[in-house]
């Protein structure tokens, strides 16, 4: 990493009163240089007060977004802030932000990266989930292969990093419903360059998760939005792009 | 004027024609209405201003809705006209996916750019001296503009 390197951490949150302030502590800790931005995305409980009281930078979204808008609110912070690099991190306390340093250094190593993910499948993980995510989570990766050729193991991680290049790009066009394993579709089509590192991820340690543990209508749901999501958005993309 | 008078004459059941011309005429009657008063703006009512006048048309001029029937091989005419308000109201709801989206993206700008507006103006607020820019000072155009 270069020395000069401005760094923001962007954090969506959606009632993580709870759990946030470990994770600033935490953030604080591994990443001391590094500004801090919260994304209240309409929460209902004290995460914005929290936030605040905490001394990091807040973005009160006066409505819901969803995810994809929280996420593009805090990348268009850092893109408009002149940040070299986002690290995005939910605010649910999952992400382990001792990995975030290796996450920013990816950007630079192997000849660059526009994103890099932090993934739970690169190398083994303690990580256990669902079989029902796990089935979707292998078949966006086969999906994906499909649409841009390129493998992507863990394409549901929101634990990444984004260089200035891929943070112009997403702050004008970003997936709202579904979005990290659409984004990565989008930015492989455009020619960006995408590399996963090895992290472990914790269960959540307090709320309650998008996708519900076991099979249930909401992770079928889950599952075949975001696969029909990657097709459409792998077929628009070439469609577009050979106009 | 015979021409017309062929047109209009009555091809299909009295009692069905009553029926059809009625709710297309309250139909076509309704959406004027609308746009009159500034309910309906005239964008988002083209379509259905379309449906209610070919309704309209087609059950008046029994012999148009003969000739349509049978080109689409329907052999009761009456059922030409539930096909052609069907696609009418096919046509309508992609159309309202199409605006709502448009609204949606719309609505998802506005939103950040008011977070983003809020937290530059707290920190204004904080330190009115260095008034370090933080988020909006120059606002990207809309998701529209800029394709």
């Known amino acids: ?243 | 004027m015979s021409l017309l008078a062929e047109l209009f004459a009555p091809t299909i059941p009295g009692r069905v024609q009553a029926v059809a011309v009625a709710s297309s005429v309250v139909l076509l009657g309704a959406v004027i209405h609308f746009i009159r008063r500034g309910q309906l703006k005239a964008g988002y009512s083209i379509i259905w201003f379309v449906i209610g006048l070919a309704l309209v048309v087609l059950s008046l001029a029994t012999r148009l809705l003969d000739s349509f029937a049978r080109l689409v091989g329907i052999n009761y005419s009456p059922a030409a006209l539930v096909l052609v308000l069907g696609g009418g109201l096919f046509i309508l709801a992609l159309h309202y996916s199409v605006m709502v989206t448009k609204h949606d993206r719309r609505i998802r700008e506005l939103a950040q750019e008011h977070a983003l507006l809020k937290a530059q103006l707290r920190l204004e607020k904080q330190s009115p001296v260095t008034g370090v820019s933080v988020a909006a000072s120059e606002p990207l155009p809309l998701k529209e503009k800029v394709q």
């Open chain 1, 1 to 243: 990493m270069s020395a000069k390197q401005r760094i923001c951490v962007i954090i969506p949150a959606y009632n993580e009163a709870e759990t946030l302030p470990a994770v600033i502590e935490s953030v604080r800790r591994e990443l001391p240089e590094a500004d801090m931005v919260v994304m209240n995305d309409g929460s209902v409980d004290a995460t914005s007060d929290i936030a605040h009281g905490l001394g990091v930078t807040v973005l009160d979204l006066p409505i819901n977004l969803g995810i994809g808008g929280a996420v593009q609110t805090g990348i268009k912070y850092a893109w408009r802030n002149d940040y070299d690099v986002a690290v995005e991190l939910d605010g649910d306390g999952q992400h382990n932000p001792s990995y975030a340093r290796t996450l920013v250094d990816g950007l630079e190593e192997d000849g660059g990266s526009d994103l890099v993910i932090g993934s739970r499948f690169v190398a083994s993980s303690d990580y256990r989930s669902s079989p029902m995510r796990q089935f979707g989570i292998h078949l966006f990766s086969w999906l994906i292969k499909l649409m841009t050729g390129k493998r992507v193991y863990d394409s549901t991680s929101g634990f990444r990093t984004y260089n200035r290049r891929a943070m112009k790009y997403l702050s004008h066009d970003y997936p709202a419903d579904f979005p990290e394993p659409e984004s990565i579709v989008m930015l492989l089509s455009r020619g960006f360059r995408i590399k996963e590192l090895p992290v472990e991820m914790r269960e959540r340690q307090g709320g309650v998760s998008v996708v519900a543990s076991d099979v249930s209508w909401k992770a079928i749901y889950f599952v075949a939005s975001n696969a029909i999501a990657i097709v459409l958005t792998g077929v628009t993309t070439r469609y577009v792009t050979s106009r």
